[in-house]
C-alpha cells in the first residue's frame, strides 16, 4: 500500500493513538453510545481534510452520508471559523447526501464513485467518504434473527462498495455504528457495536468512543493490526474536536 494518507482529529492525542490520523486506503469504524461524539467527529474530518497536507489534511473534498439526518451545516462553519477558513467555501466542498433507507444508502455509496471521478475531471479530488451512520437503517429495517443473514449480506456487499471507493481514489472511509441496547444479545457484553464479525474483518481501525466528564470523550483504539491497543483522551467544544 503505497502513498497512505492520513487526516488529522485535530486533536494531537487522538492523532497520536490512530498513528497520525484516520488513513487512507482504509475504513475506520467508530462506535459508541448516545452523544460519544460520532457525529462531532465525522464533522471535523470532513473540515479537516480540506487543510493542506502542513496542517495535517489532505487539501481535499469530502463525501457525507447522513443516514440520521444530523449533519449541520452550522456545525461545519463553526468549527471552519476557529481555523479561520472560509466558512461557504468549507461548506461547499463537502457533498451532502440524506440516504433514506439501507437501499438508497447503497445507491449512494455507489453513487459515490461517479460523483468522485467527476470532481477529479474538474481537478479537484474526494479523500474522505463518511458514513454517518453505517448501520442504523440496517438495524431498523432488519428486525430478528430471521433476517440476520441477509442484513449481513447487505452490510457486506455495502462495505465492499466502501472499500472499493477507499483503493480507487486513495480515500479514507469513515463510518459509524452503534452499540448494541440489548446487552443479552451478545452474551452480556453492553460495548460490542452492531454488524459483528462483518465490519470487524473491513474495518481497519475500530475505535470505541464513550463519554467522560464534560466535553472530555474517551477513544479506545479496538483490534488495530497495525497500531497498539490504547486509549486517548479529547474533549469537544465550540472550536471542534481538540485535546
Ligand atoms: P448518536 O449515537 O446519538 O448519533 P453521537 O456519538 O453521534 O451520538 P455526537 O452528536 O457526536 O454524538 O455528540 C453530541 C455531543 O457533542 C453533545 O452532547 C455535546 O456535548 C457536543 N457538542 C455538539 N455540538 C457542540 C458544540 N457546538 N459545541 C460544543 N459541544 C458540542
Ligand atoms: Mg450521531
Known sequence: RANIGKITTMADDFDRLLGGGIETQTITEMYGEYGSGKTQIAH?????????????????????????????????????????????EVLDKIYVARAYNSN?????????????????????KIKL????????????????????????????KHLHEVIKFTDLFNAAALVTNQVQSNPDAFFGDPTRPVGGNILGHMATYRLYLRKSKGDKRIARLVDSPCM????????????????
Open 44 to 88: 471535523q474530518l470532513a473540515v479537516a481534510v480540506q487543510l493542506p497536507k502542513e496542517k495535517g489534511g489532505l487539501n481535499s473534498n469530502a463525501i457525507y452520508i447522513d443516514t440520521e439526518n444530523s449533519f449541520r451545516p452550522e456545525r461545519i462553519k463553526q468549527m471552519a471559523r476557529s481555523l479561520e477558513l472560509d466558512e461557504d
Open 104 to 124: 438508497h444508502q447503497m445507491l449512494l455509496s455507489e453513487k459515490a464513485r461517479e460523483l468522485a471521478k467527476k470532481i477529479k475531471e474538474e481537478g479537484e
Open 129 to 156: 467518504l463518511i458514513i454517518d451512520s453505517l448501520t442504523s437503517h440496517f438495524r431498523a429495517e432488519y428486525v430478528g434473527r430471521g433476517s440476520l443473514a441477509e442484513r449481513q449480506q447487505k452490510l457486506n
Open 228 to 243: 497498539p491497543e490504547g486509549e486517548s483522551v479529547f474533549t469537544i467544544g465550540e472550536e471542534g474536536i481538540r485535546d
